[in-house]
């Protein structure tokens, strides 16, 4: 409380363009300034050239899910937000704006997102409760031509699968043919199921449980996103508790309250060499040492205090930055893949039971992924700019050290 209040929050607007004279603004703004807004009105794609919009994305939020908080409104979901836009810069050398939106409806919020998306070159959805948080982005990436990213999804999906496959070159075991269960079918839960069966887990292996217990085709009480899980997983129409969906299981994938909820005797009914992911926020569904008490081997969580935290800020800065690199339209499956392969290689030289995902402190993990997302989106038709690879990467790595450059020489000045 005594740091925001002390800087109130903790990003500004700066300025990039050196100023010398008065005679300076006469290019800067008026007169010069027409000249380019002539430009961009007969080639719209010429905005990426000159101004900031292929730097800039705004992250959008109705606070109608804050955090682990629950319902807090947009006020208050903005030091969250703000929160976000310091690690778009640090890490990803992206200029990220918080858009806190007072509006209920998922109507009102897809018009809002794309009245304002001529301004940015890309959108990241935030803190929005389920099913809203499904319909607004799928929406929107049907109407916009620049990449949405719902980070509870898309970013929770990325770091989970990229902690997932070091944890089974861990354990010994193969994505294919490990049995998971996936506690929680929030939008964390169910973007995660859908991405690990696109990576190469089996539908018939893969169980996911809501409130109400295991989810499978025919059950009732659920609604079309945990009906589209239902009908690519549980074949066998499992019914029952978690208690009942960890049997036998190889991995635990909690995305749901926080805890701890979990007893370590669930635990001990899983596979031999178990992994446990325990992601809730504050407080993981069960506590690490009393998941490897039960049996298992590799025990993540969302916190920084634990050993493997699972966190999205080491997808999305770096996802975004490789998808404003070549003016990416949308997000797809591929660039997610990339981006988990890409996190989970660079930990792989020094991986153990306690390092299955790199920390935010390895500046290189950022320029990696950013570099295999950008490729995976050329590679798939979806980028409008093919810089060679050495422009790719000499821009890449320009752009992240030079936000944290500049918060060295303000800090030093003692300007921060």
């Not at 903790?10 to 100023?19: A, E, M, T």
């Not at 918080?98 to 919020?109: A, D, G, I």
């Not at 893949?337 to 402190?361: C, H, Y």
Request: charged content about 25%; proline content about 5%; overall charge negative.
């Amino acid at each position: 409380m005594e740091i925001h209040a002390r800087y109130k929050g903790k990003v500004d607007i700066g300025i990039k363009v050196p100023i010398t004279a008065l005679s300076d603004f006469n290019y800067l703004y008026t007169p010069g300034v027409a000249e380019p807004s002539r430009m961009i009105a007969s080639s719209p794609e010429s905005a990426y050239e000159l101004t900031n919009k292929g730097n800039l994305v705004a992250i959008v939020t109705d606070g109608s899910r804050v955090l682990g908080l629950g319902n807090l409104g947009p006020a208050a979901a903005l030091p969250v937000m703000e929160g976000k836009s310091l690690l778009f810069k640090y890490l990803g050398g992206v200029d990220a704006f918080p858009l806190c939106v007072q509006t209920r409806t998922t109507e009102e919020l897809v018009d809002i997102v794309r009245k304002i998306s001529p301004s940015f070159g890309g959108i990241n959805l935030e803190d929005v409760e389920s099913p809203k948080c499904f319909e607004v982005n799928d929406s929107l990436s049907r109407s916009l031509d620049i990449p949405v990213f719902h980070d509870d999804q898309h970013g929770t999906a990325t770091v989970v699968l990229a902690g997932l496959i070091n944890s089974f070159k861990v354990v010994g075991k193969r994505l294919s043919e490990a049995k998971i269960t996936i506690v929680g079918a929030g939008a964390g839960g169910l973007a995660s199921t859908k991405l690990l069966l696109r990576a190469g887990a089996s539908g018939k292996n893969v169980l996911v449980c809501d409130s109400k217990g295991i989810i499978h085709d025919g059950r009732g009480q659920v609604d079309e996103y945990k009906g589209d899980i239902a009908r690519l997983t549980n074949p066998e129409r499992l019914q029952g508790t978690v208690e009942t969906a960890l049997r036998g299981a190889d991995v635990m994938i909690c995305l749901s309250r926080p805890g701890p909820w979990i007893p370590k005797e669930w635990i001990m009914k899983m596979a031999g060499d178990a992994i446990v992911f325990a992601l809730a926020n504050p407080t993981p569904e069960i506590w690490p040492e009393d998941a490897v008490e039960g049996g298992a081997k590799v025990v993540a969580t969302g916190r920084s205090d634990f050993p493997n935290q699972i966190n999205n800020s080491l997808a999305f800065p770096s996802m975004f930055r490789g998808m404003l690199e070549v003016r990416a339209r949308r997000v797809n499956d591929e660039m997610l893949i990339a981006a988990s392969e890409a996190i989970g290689n660079w930990a792989e030289p020094r991986l153990s039971v306690d390092r299955i995902v790199p920390t935010m402190e390895e500046t290189g993990v950022f320029v990696e992924t950013a570099i295999a997302v950008a490729n995976a989106a050329m590679e798939t038709g979806v980028a409008r700019h093919r810089p060679t690879q050495d422009e790719l990467r000499n821009g890449i790595e320009r752009k992240i050290s030079l936000a944290r450059n500049a918060l060295s020489v303000l800090m030093e000045r003692g300007l921060i």
